[in-house]
């Protein structure tokens, strides 16, 4: 299931938070942002999440 999002924050481990449409922040971990090509995310850049039927973001990838 993919859903567009907003970085609202990256943290230096590589990870980031991002702010769903909805309004909902959800945590992606760093090999998700890794896995979409991303070296690091910027606050306020759009992607879209692909995420696991068991909800896990698996990347966060360039929207589309």
Known sequence: MAEQATVSAH???GSATVL????LLVDVPAAA???GGWR????GQRVTLDRDP???VRAA???V
């Open 11 to 13: 943290h230096p481990d």
């Open 20 to 23: 769903r449409d909805d309004g």
């Open 33 to 35: 942002v890794a896995e």
């Open 40 to 43: 690091t995310l910027r606050p």
């Open 54 to 56: 068991d909800g896990t």
């Open 61 to 63: 990838r360039r929207p």
